[in-house]
């Protein structure tokens, strides 16, 4: 089956197998977030970016296989309705950034900051602090080399736009400009973006969008 990233809460998760990773994408509700979970295919070790909803659901995707980490990518509350229950259960380590760790429902043991690196079994990922959506709001970046980059950037980079700032200039201002120099100027057109909401994008089916993005202020 060939990947899309077109998923619908209450259906399966859409699955794309990597050389060295496999990504699964699932749509969870009321609020239609993305939760992702990432499985080393060397080890067999996972990570779940966003415990978001759900955790029934979530859980029966992890089914028996380890997981030794989960991400939240900021600090909104559909983000991480399900993480206390799915850390419990599994016993993964929580991590997030400093600047959002205190608003989640439960401790981090982990906070990462901007470039830190984060192991799944064999597989390195690369937090990406993205500031403006929330304080501590971070992307994760997957590098394969010739065998393509992969960007799962929360709620900081959509289809046809950033993340929401509530209509704050200097907040949009830090975010665009974020996501320009630490995204768009840094990797190219190929790479694939996992957003915390909706459908998948590229950098390439973005880009020429950035102008206007920036004119229109959100």
């Known amino acids: 089956m ?3 990233g077109d998923v619908q809460v209450g259906g399966p998760a859409d699955v794309r197998e990597l050389p060295g990773l496999t990504i699964y994408k699932l ?4 609020y239609d977030n993305n939760s992702y979970l990432l499985r080393c295919t060397e ?4 990570l779940l970016i966003d415990a978001a ?3 029934d659901r979530l859980l029966a995707l992890i089914a028996d296989q380890p997981i030794s980490a989960i991400v939240t990518t900021h600090q909104h509350g559909d983000h991480w309705q399900a993480l206390e229950q799915v850390s419990k259960v599994t ?7 400093s600047l959002d760790a205190s608003a989640l429902p439960v401790r981090v043991d982990r906070t990462i900051e901007h470039g830190d690196r984060i192991t799944v079994g064999a597989v390195t990922l690369e937090a990406i602090h993205l500031r403006g959506h929330t304080p501590g709001s971070i992307a994760l970046l997957y590098d394969d080399g010739d065998n393509g980059r992969h960007l799962f950037t929360g709620d900081s980079l959509f289809p046809g736009g950033v993340g929401n700032t509530q209509k704050d200039p200097e ?4 975010l665009y400009t974020d996501v320009v120099e630490r995204i768009f100027d840094r990797l190219p057109d ?3 973006v996992y ?3 909706g459908k998948d994008t590229t950098l390439g089916a973005e880009r020429p969008s950035l102008p206007e993005w920036k004119s229109r202020g959100w």
């Open 195 to 197: 957003p915390g909401h």
């Open 91 to 97: 016993g993964a380590q929580i991590l997030a950034h």
């Open 2 to 4: 060939t990947y899309t």
């Open 171 to 174: 907040r949009f201002e830090q």
């Open 43 to 46: 080890t067999g070790d996972g």
């Open 27 to 30: 749509a969870v509700g009321p």
């Open 53 to 55: 909803a759900e955790a």
């Open 190 to 192: 190929q790479t694939w």
